[in-house]
């Protein structure tokens, strides 16, 4: 019989793992892993993009969530970094020619903050010895030279003037509105009305003399501003002398600390030339001469002044070893590139140099970058500012309305700093082909891929790395020993969660967290070792979380709500097996699966697809499962006959090919008039050729129709039919392979329908002979007579309800 071939063994349910072998009893005797393991791929990936130089070969790690690909990436990055010279540090300093542009200048690392200080302590030197150059008895002397030169050429032409006016009868009166022409008499001046006794000749001759005096005043009092002006072009020329003097050998003593860097050179000549310019702000302002907030503003003055001298040391790796390696989390376009702040400043927001602030890119230059894909896209601009960066090789720091265009306003506009610099997007498979196909950039900046799986061999080498790798963990999150059986289980939950005994999950988080509840429960429990029992409790733990949803679908089962039967027969009618996903939990559950059929012109009606909830797989499964039916009982004449299929009690949408065979054995029932027994489940999908084909989440399936017969108690008779090719994939739970070890419940492995129908009916399903004719009595015989009988009678007219009565 075809159930005795096909049922499976309990040893072929679950592959358990002996790590007896070993040695060791617990952890302690693991060294710790430091290689990857199963993902050769994407190690020789990653290991060659950080190698290589060439522009563009920048790298995208693809994989699911869950792979530690950050971890990864982040320890072939920082190994070789360890190797790489450490980067220059990078300053902006103001720029006297251009306000707006500060200067970028590169340094060695760690002698930005020392340029820094040097700049700091040459402020404060500068301030005391200008004081001193300024207070000084020679710079007085000279002053007073200046001054005293300006007032003798004033006294000078005044007492010339006057003796001429004195000559004349005239004299050189001050008044409260300036200097004033009068005639004189004795000493004493002549007033108006001597003045009009006099006779017009002496008149008029009077005021000739005072108009020429008075001609000779303006004449001199014109010459006053150009005499001021050379006094004020002396005063700033000894200004500036005494200031280069003071100041000259403490900007030197800089200059001789920087002589390989022309940038800083050309910088402490601006300086050199700005403060000899601007020497008084560095003076002490006279106590008292000056309202309080006249002076507080001076101060103020005095104190902006100064920070045109300030560097601002943007990147500082006096501390570091090696190349950076920056893993930026949050990359915004400011994160990414850097920005420039602003401060609150009598009602107004003011900027300068000393307010641009490094981005990751700053920070991670002459290194690596690490940025996670989707964060990056879902930032405005952030890509294309990547992008940009990337391609120039040079970093711009503006604000995102400035690389918008959105803003007019005059702002700073730093130089550009040159980029070098290595990047790793962390994204999953499904994005990084979505950028190479809608994004030509992409191509160009990310050439290398580091595809990461999601699963990996099971054999014994693996499998002592995957026990090493729990010993690492272990240690490295301070946990409990694990004993050789609680290694052994989490080998074997690996497996479950790869879905395939013969594989093991490459997911490192669900491994991490599995262990910490696990020693969570054995620290509960008082144990000093984490046992299988420990790993047992945290996994059902886990499920009991979340099974709430599984436990109410359940129960609907078991009280009848939603019909499932797992005893009896019936014609037409079959257990179908799906599986429901809530998060990262997922559970199998039956549905039942009708079929009607009537003569008609060999059209399969899919009533989920009819009232759209069948999805376009669902929708194939049901187009095979027709091509099957008409190749194989209608070659040679049209298939007369009309059916329709549905999943009974189903309000939400049905995708997936995985009950096309149930299906069909479903179909078959209904023509062949021959009863399947409800005590089986079946599951696979079906080619048209009968070949039943693999399908996923087995396990969860088998389990779900399990606790349904368990719950209503066990005959001896109920199973779960699978596909042949899936019994590699088996990793049950211990219940359920104890219960098939006590034959109280079966699994079976088919390979083709044929074998299908013989369990499910107990009637042989036959084999052709030379002609194409079954045994009599078979499934196939029946069908095929069924449907011989349904053509006759649609040629003879005879209605599908005459051939039913017959």
């Given at each position: ?78 190994s070789h970094a360890g190797e790489e010279p450490v980067p220059s540090d990078w300053c902006y300093v103001h720029n006297f020619a251009e306000e707006h542009r500060p200067v970028a200048i590169e340094l060695p690392a760690g002698q930005g903050t020392v340029f820094r200080k040097e700049m700091e302590d040459l402020v404060q030197e500068v301030r005391a ?678």
């Amino acid at each position: 019989m075809a159930a005795n071939r096909s049922r499976l063994q309990p040893t072929q349910l679950y592959r358990k793992t002996d790590l007896s072998g070993t040695g060791f009893d617990t952890t302690n005797g693991f060294a710790d892993l430091n290689e990857v393991i199963g993902q050769p791929r994407a190690v020789d990936a990653i290991r060659f993009g950080t190698g290589i130089r060439s522009e563009g070969f920048n790298i995208f790690a693809a994989g699911p969530e869950g792979m530690d690909k950050r971890g990864l990436i982040r320890l072939h990055f920082e190994s070789h970094a360890g190797e790489e010279p450490v980067p220059s540090d990078w300053c902006y300093v103001h720029n006297f020619a251009e306000e707006h542009r500060p200067v970028a200048i590169e340094l060695p690392a760690g002698q930005g903050t020392v340029f820094r200080k040097e700049m700091e302590d040459l402020v404060q030197e500068v301030r005391a010895a200008l004081a001193a150059a300024f207070e000084s008895e020679e710079y007085q002397s000279r002053r007073q030279s200046v001054t005293e030169g300006f007032r003798d050429r004033q006294s000078d032409a005044f007492e010339l003037l006057q003796r001429r006016a004195h000559a004349e009868g005239l004299a050189l009166i001050r008044t409260p509105g300036g200097v004033a022409v009068a005639p004189v008499r004795d000493g004493e001046v002549i007033s108006p009305e001597e003045i009009q006794k006099l006779s017009e000749e002496m008149q008029k001759a009077l005021e000739e003399r005072v108009e020429a005096i008075q001609q000779e005043l303006q004449r001199i009092l014109g010459q006053m501003p150009g005499w001021q002006r050379e006094v004020r072009t002396q005063l700033d020329a000894l200004n500036r002398e005494m200031a280069g003097l003071a100041i000259g050998g403490l900007i030197d003593e800089v200059r001789r600390a920087h002589t390989d860097h022309e940038k800083v050179l050309a910088y402490l000549d601006a300086v050199c030339e700005d403060i000899v310019h601007n020497a008084e702000q560095f003076l002490p302002q006279p106590e008292g001469s000056a309202p309080e907030i006249i002076v507080a503003m001076q101060r103020q003055s005095q104190v902006q002044s100064a920070q045109r001298y300030a560097v601002n040391v943007l990147i500082d790796h006096s501390g570091t070893q090696g190349a950076p390696v920056v893993c930026e989390d949050n990359p915004t376009f400011q994160n990414l590139l850097g920005r420039i702040e602003h401060r609150a400043q009598m009602g107004a927001l003011t900027t300068d140099f000393t307010l641009i602030k490094a981005g990751a890119l700053h920070r991670a230059n002459g290194g690596y970058l690490i940025v996670d894909a989707d964060k990056l896209l879902m930032q405005p601009q952030a890509w294309e500012g990547l992008k940009r960066a990337l391609r120039s090789r040079r970093i711009n720091v503006e604000s995102l309305g400035q690389h918008l265009g959105l803003v007019s306003t005059v702002s700073l506009e730093p130089e550009p700093i040159p980029l070098r610099v290595k990047v790793a997007l962390i994204g999953d498979a499904r994005l990084y082909h979505t950028l190479w196909a809608l994004d030509p950039e992409f191509a160009e900046l990310f050439k290398v891929a580091a595809d990461f799986g999601e699963i990996m061999p099971r054999d014994t080498e693996t499998e002592m790395l995957y026990a090493r790798q729990v010993a690492t963990i272990a240690r490295r999150e301070g946990m409990l020993s694990f004993d050789r059986g609680a290694i052994e289980q989490l080998l074997e939950r690996s497996a479950r969660m790869a879905g395939d005994a013969e594989k093991l999950s490459a997911q490192t988080r669900e491994l991490t967290d599995l262990m910490l509840e696990a020693d969570y429960w054995a620290r509960e429990s008082g144990n000093t070792v984490v046992s299988v029992a420990d790993v047992q409790r945290a996994i059902d733990a886990r499920i009991y979380r979340v099974d709430r949803v599984r436990e109410r679908v359940h129960e609907a089962i078991l009280r009848d709500m939603v019909l499932i039967a797992t005893d009896g027969a019936e014609v037409g009618q079959i257990n179908g097996l799906s599986v429901a996903m809530l998060g990262n939990y997922a559970f199998g559950q039956p549905s039942r699966i009708t079929a009607r059929i009537h003569a008609g012109k060999g059209q399969v009606v899919d009533i989920e697809r009819e009232v759209d909830l069948g999805g376009p797989l669902h929708s194939k499964g049901v187009l095979i499962l027709t091509g099957y039916l008409s190749g194989r009982y209608a070659a040679d004449a049209p298939l007369s006959l009309s059916a329709s299929l549905v999943f009974e009690q189903s309000y939400a949408g049905v995708d997936g090919d995985s009950a096309s065979s149930a299906e069909l054995y479903a179909l078959l029932s209904a023509i062949a008039g021959v009863p399947i027994k409800q005590s089986y489940a079946v599951t696979g999908s079906i080619s048209q050729k009968g070949e039943i084909q693999a399908i996923g989440g087995v396990n969860e399936k088998i389990e779900g129709f399990f606790d349904i017969c368990q719950s209503r108690g066990l005959t001896g008779e109920q199973g779960v039919l699978i596909p042949a090719a899936n019994v590699k994939h088996l990793m049950l739970r211990q219940d359920v392979v104890e219960a098939v070890a006590q034959e109280r419940f079966h699994i079976y492995a088919i390979g083709h329908v044929d074998e299908g129908i013989e369990i499910l009916t107990g009637v042989p399903a036959g084999e052709p002979d030379a002609e194409g004719n079954y045994p009599e009595g078979t499934v196939n015989w029946r069908v095929q007579a069924r449907l011989k009988a349904l053509a006759e009678r649609d040629g003879s007219g005879k209605s599908a309800r005459e051939e039913t009565s017959e």
